[in-house]
DNA sequence: CTGTTAGCGCTTTCAA
DNA sequence: TTGAAAGCGCTAACAG
């Protein structure tokens, strides 16, 4: 029986192989110094028949970097979130990194909490889905916003074009005609969610359409954004449109209008924002403006490619409206 | 301007407190040595003046072993696995342990490169919901099954009760005089669904109902289920009653039943699995065998603290079914 | 082309 | 009660 957690090292190599340690690195990292081609087979048999696997804490450890990246949101089991985190894990693997996640649920404390302990391990980058309002720096470990930054961020950032995403759904809404068009949003105007909110108020003084009265500001959670809009919806004035910032807030308001006997979109129309599979795909589809994840982890992993001490670019990256069948 | 990535080191620490590296080490660990109130005072001061972060790499090349758990799961994006992901992160960060997070894909080769790649990080332990039908050592590191296992697996399991869920569930439809019970089961008989399958069996036979032309298989996934539902669902002789072994299978026949225009429960009973959120708390409130993951997450991090090298416990968990408007 | 060796930052004997 | 020093396993000068 072999002893428990007894791994065989770079020195077991070597000497299996014949020759130092030095060597064997140089074969293991196909550098920076030339091996023999001969001498190079011999570590290759060694490492083959000791199943040596390279102890990446070590490694880290001198290179002062891990294989590591860090991405934090606030609520990973939010579909929304879930979604990224799976294509930032994705976007990693495909890379060499391992993902570490961590929940902030919402709270400021939490996220530097975490980002400290995920810095402490000398990951590639962080990624961070920023619920906060500013930020400390990491000492030197890259932090990239992804989809949510602090307003004036001294880290670049890559984000989706929210406002200009509001505008497009509140147009499509304006288009079919409708004038009485309410907004679905966060309980502030921090984040994405604001700009979205914004983007709708500008389309709608665009087309001379007053926004007074037709904001409501819920829960970004399911149940509690339905509560929220079940009055809202029940009353003789309702809204004959909504705009919800989320398509969470978008299924809760589904839901509200289903309770209070109305059809979508004959009553009342419906869109939402993200693009969440649950919207896309279920029980009724809803009209959203998609956002592309996949490419919000590619880009956000290649300003880490290109990372720069000085200065680092940002990206806006856009959406798309996608027709369902609420609107 | 500071040096970009430079942090303080236990060194920097003893020389401004004008001790050893022996000491602070003691006062960060508190141990294995007591250290003179004055001498701790000191050592905390310059702790506190250098704004000193342990590196936990070097902590656990050292100790052979670091801060971190691993999480393999087939798909962090499925509203079920991101729900149990986000329990075990919660409950590692509560332990202090950072977690890291894979996505096997229902690929065993997948599953077994994550396996290794953590496990060269030394982790505390990795937390695995396994596809695989068998398992290679992890050379010491502890490797903990949650919610699903191999057949005969030597690693100790953390599982619910899914025969007896699907006992459950079956026997509530049969209670309320339903006799066409269908399942709708994963694409094979493998893993925690076909032991809800199972279940489901052994209580029509019990019942002395036959399953005979009752058993379906479809995908886990939304779409692919209801496109295999939809015919079924369509036909005269369509089933009054289903009991899918997970919460998205049950969705998927909701929505099929919609869109052949049948009502539920009224024409059509369904009955799921898992009590992710959706079921719980979407559009239709779905009766559902519910599943404490809080528990599970809980559970398994309890096996690991009890960790013993020659063999340790396993768990079967109980859940219970939630009565919601669709049975 | 290859071997020796000095660390990376921390923990823990061993000696004082 | 403390300090000096030997590593954990790996990388990369430096010197052959």
Redesign the pocket.
Known sequence: MADRA?????????RL??????????V??D??????????AKVEQAIAELG????????A????RSNLVGLLVPDSSNAFFSELAREFEREGKARGFLTLIGNTAYDPAVELDYERAFADLRPRGIFVTSITGDAESLDGCPRIYVHSAPAGASDPCVLFDDVGGGIAATRHLIGQGYEDIHCIAGPDDFGPSGKRERGWQKAMSEAGLTTEGRLHRVSFERLGAENALRPLLAKPGRPRAIFATTDEQALAALRAAAEARLTVPKDIAIVGFDGIREALNGSSRLTTFALPLAELARRAFEVLDGWNAADNPSHIIAGALQRGETS
């Open positions: 007894r791994r065989p090292t770079l020195a077991d190599v070597a192989a014949g020759t130092s340690t030095a060597v064997v690195s140089y293991l990292n550098g920076p110094r030339a091996v023999a081609p001969q001498t190079k040596y696997r390279r102890n990446p804490l070590a490694s450890l001198m290179a002062g």
